[in-house]
């Protein structure tokens, strides 16, 4: 089970950092990790930052150089910081352990969380 949590309201500029933890015996070690967004009034999620097992983050155009995916591997947790945030961040994000080779091609693993709720105001 993936338990999201570090989301709340915050104003345009602000920070916020979100954690993810695992539970149940879903192990993170062994997978990439990613953090997807959910825009408000749609059904999609978007894989806006992974981390690879060897530490290398990718991240979409819109959040680089603003957030920072991490993964702490003896925890089974990912957080994700988000830095500078603008009102276009706002959704619920959710963490997933992911396959695939390349971003853009990346799925999810694991049955999704509730998700942790971010609302950027301006």
């Known amino acids: 089970q993936l338990v999201e949590s570090g989301g709340g309201l915050v104003q345009s500029g602000g920070s916020l950092r979100l954690s993810c933890l695992a539970s149940g015996g879903s192990v993170f070690g062994p997978y990439a990790m990613g953090w997807y967004r959910q825009a408000p009034g749609t059904l999609d999620r978007e894989l806006v930052a992974?981390?690879?097992?060897?530490?290398?983050?990718e991240y979409v155009d819109a959040v680089k150089a603003r957030f920072t995916i991490s993964r702490d591997n003896d925890r089974n947790a990912v957080y994700l910081q988000m830095n500078n945030v603008v009102p276009e961040d706002s959704g619920i994000y959710y963490c997933?352990?992911?396959?695939?080779?390349?971003?853009?091609?990346?799925?999810?693993?694991?049955?999704w969380g509730q998700g942790t709720q971010v609302t950027v105001s301006s």
């Open positions: 997933n352990a992911l396959a695939g080779l390349a971003m853009v091609t990346s799925q999810p693993r694991l049955p």
């Open positions: 992974r981390v690879l097992t060897t530490d290398k983050t």
